[in-house]
């Protein structure tokens, strides 16, 4: 299959560049009557929306989602649905310089080596605006789950740079991380963080971070041995986020240095249910969800786009100095943010119907 | 689809159980005309057998792989490979006792909630024996790579517990990696751990550790945006093996602190051809090799079979104590460095073959 | 994979109801660099066009195309392309009566059973409305095909209700088929032919008919053993049309009575070229492409909207008569002409792909 | 994906040559606790046999089936299941001079055109050996079907070249279709269809024919609009068998003549519930299953192996002549039935499992 799908049952297929006419989705495989708006819809993409906040790139997309097929009467029909936002604010002209010069660290070099040619305004299909899609389409799988299972996705910015939150996942609700701008719910290391946002961008830099994922509410039983694990196709959905360069569940990599004896997580009978008393493993075990809370960390690299002179060459190999204008985030976590939520939620709702095809309906 | 191929147009799909009858996979879309033979296939799964050194798993299993099907005269055929390993030191009677108990950190408790019934003799289906397939398949897309590309996975531990080299990425080879019985390239630091593993082996406990990877000579224009990315599918890839809990890619977790400034690797003309002088990006750019080296980090956790007694429930909820007793390894670090080797060229050769289908012959 | 994709390499997915908003389709796969503009397609879909004629149904619909993403300066970037047609002359009036009653041989029922609840407006997604989304992507396709292969695609009416050309395939041009309304090559038959589908059309009734199709120059060496096999994916794109009910390819049906002896096509020299001296076989053997020319054979039901009343149920089980009004085609064989050859342009290509990326590049 | 699966959700990955080491079949998907044992399998492999009348080859193979994974303590485990026969009867000296000629109306030509290469024993991959797998996938299929909705699926000899049977398809029993060796339940008919068939293997020539399919108490809501509509897949299904050359559905290409009126099924209430008083459709609308009978015929062309001498080239392109020699079916038919029963009850099955996937468990 071409790379622009996602999902085997819950099927999402994308499609849109940055400055073409529109970036869409077609959801396939949604089951049917559940109830479903656009105003919905919406609700999530102006979380994604850019010129949301001082922190986020001043480009003025309204991103006006449109429902044109698969609902019906307000509800789902079983048949696949095209979520579609039109591309408004466009400027071309911004981008011609662009034409015969890789800019480090995007993804020009390598859409010419591949495709022999490229649509270079604004990144083309590249561009982060990709992911807009995944979040209209996130949208309605969160709302499935959330009613089905009162599933509950929390993701948010536990670090900026060399910034980070130790506020304990336990605490954190879906309210706090929406009380700041930079979505950490931590306020005195988020007001930090916008603090080093707002410098970077007055100096034309940029930061990366780490952004971290707790689901309550899994059902016990999703995921799929041997290849596609529940953790591995988290994995999977977060490192093919624009940016991400590291991906951990439970433990992640500080737990290498645990002792079995340490890091095993006992199984006890909490009010007549198998539950465990510590959660190291962060929700699945054999790949497969455990009932207890999901979390992982998701890191992101640095914005590419930066308004210093760096060195780089031309299509035609020629040594150039390069110097970006445009309108760029200094910093892609607090907009990633709902974008995690999206592709976490994405990943859930076609391993819930993937266990249903075999097993049954969830018990 | 189910869970057990891995692969779009190289695509295994592996069986078989710890103790059941054989470990199988059948290799499709391999293209036709590659000399292979078992005893090839064999010299990868021998870095993978149980017994190989004091540090793994007493468990004596030859592996001895056949080929059933596929190749002709000694030349794939275009047709479907199979690569059968039948089970020969079987012991179920090791595992009687594990009929009616939930062993922590091991998926006894999640194949049960998900399927209702459990092979319980040695973890069954979710016993890394299921690893055997995947290195015995990776075999053949090795030699197809390197005949084709001269590309060379090396693969190593970098990490045990607390014990770490800090040998460059640049200096390994697969010989020095061989050198030492726990896979690591530092002979000083491998002697550590090796002494490590074995105190814990003493101990009846263990430890968790590290991979690094660097693929040399990968043809740049591998990876499919917007969601089969090449490190999207080399994360799902290596967090779809037993006990791992981490990916990263190029500058990974730790790059995250750095500015764009520095993160960014400038495109440089050297010798005639666009390279990058710095890799941060870990080889690929939106998603898409960029002909520069490609590496990675993989974080596996302590191995949860562990020789102390431990606080669990029975399968139908009473607390109880568990001492595992059986054939098992300290430190599953030793024995995944092929099998990591194997994922990494599987997802290779996958790419390959999706690259040439829709943009023609590798130039 | 939910059922609105078909393709494995080069892949579409499509999307719209008969009265919701739009009918679309993504194209993912297509190779980069191919000259493409909506004018183009819009030819393909004025063969298919509702009110091309005197025979077809008056519903006014321009189905006039958007390409929103995926061409960038006339050319596919290899990023998916989507096509949109919006919905236009929708009179969702005309369906009132039908929420509360199956139409006999419709689709109402069995999307009832299936879903749970259906969009009653013009048989929502069970229109043939749908098929607009096929011939635009498979324009493409053909495009393609052509430009690379100089393949020629040329289906016609060969049967409608009991009036049947004989005219030799060999000799039928794609210059004749367009000739007449009904697409039928041989003039004197499809005066008849048209002369038939009036009186129908005045009769409010409806007929059946047979497809033919000629695929010219597809090169030896597609289809994939051992399922998909050539004429299997033939037969599946066939049958996956409105009210298509057979499908034959070569001999088909009629060279069941013929022995091995009359029946096998023997291996010739012709040129310097080994070519079959008959084709029986219509063009493959082993489910692969012989290079000879592929023939094959697609029935049509007679088209369920009938203006006559009919014994038929409501959605609550009552016994009801009912008179269909509304526009619609007493024959869907002219129509259903490009829908047929978009479906075989896009197997072939499907299968180029796949040829390519496991054989290499076409010699 | 490569051509060797078949089946979305009941997944099944087929290996193995006529002269090869075994054939097998991994299935993938199969819900878990289903009792299944060898010998079960093995009732269905043995009316596939050759050898098993004198009617067919006299190659003498058992087919032994052995279970090497997926089934535990007699039941299925939700793991992948794979099912396996060792070729025991090879004689590839039988094939020595086949290395260098091209058998008319066999697949040598095109298997060489597409891999350049081409396992020449007994046809190799293209040999209808390999649908012994197709046929123990099946049995597993049938067993799941019968069990859990009473499905029965009965197919039967219809016509040996000329000689048909009017027998009603209402009226054919399993039993009456083993009653006689050709698979034909109408006895006096079955008689000459044997006697035609000893006539023409004493000539050295062969004859085609056609299987009609019943299926009874199918689920109503099979089927994936609008690409994976049921008899979509079935075509796909049944003319991915080994010398098939036509399916077609309900009234299928002699319904084409039919008027609307005369062709609908009108719905009536049938003891409270809704069923169709007629079924011209074969059981499907808008390519779901009604819940009625769901009927189809296929069309297989006369064996390719003959014992007379035919015109042919080399594989250097040289005229020559071949008479084949070794061990053949002057009918497929007859052991055609089992292998078309095994392809409807995967395509069911996979079917059901997609049904579940998003509308979860039938009602």
Redesign the interface.
Known sequence: ??????G??F?I?????SH?????V?V??????LCITAEEIQVALNRRRPGQSKITTPRNEADAI?????V?EG?T??????L?AFNKDMRPQDYAELKKV?R????D???M???????F?GS???SAR?TLARVAAGAIAQKYLKEQFKVEIVSYVE?V??LITDMPMAKVTAKAVESTIVRCPDKAVAKKMIALIEQ?GREG??????IKTVIRNAP??L???????L??????????INA??????????E???????????????VR???R??SN???G????????EDIYF?V????????M?T????TTT???TRLKASGRHDPCVLPRAVPIVDAMAALVLMDHL?????????QK
Chains 1, 2, 3, 4 share one sequence.
């Not at 396939?28 to 009557?33: A, L, Q, R, V, Y």
């Open positions: 299959m071409p790379g622009n799908s996602f085997q049952l099927r297929t994308t499609c849109g560049e073409g006419g529109a970036v869409g077609i396939d495989g949604c089951p049917p009557g449109q429902i044109l097929s698969g019906f509800k029909t079983g048949t696949p649905i095209l579609l890789y480090p660290s995007h993804a070099f390598t859409y080596k591949k495709y022999g040619l490229r649509d305004r083309g299909r590249a990709e670090q740079g060399n970077l830099d940029s930061v990366g971070g780490v016990a039983g995921g799929e041995p041997v290849f596609d694990k953790p591995a196709d988290l994995a999977k959905a977060m490192m093919s991400a360069k590291g991906f951990e569940i439970g433990s992640g990599f737990g290498v240095v645990l002792h079995g004896s340490q890091h095993n997580d006992p199984f006890a009978n007549g249910k198998t465990t008393t190291h493993a962060g699945t075990l054999g790949g497969i969800s455990t009932g960390r890191a992101f690299k640095p914005v590419s786009t930066i210093k760096q060195n780089t060459v190999g020629k040594a119907l993937r266990y249903r095809a075999q097993c049954g309906d």
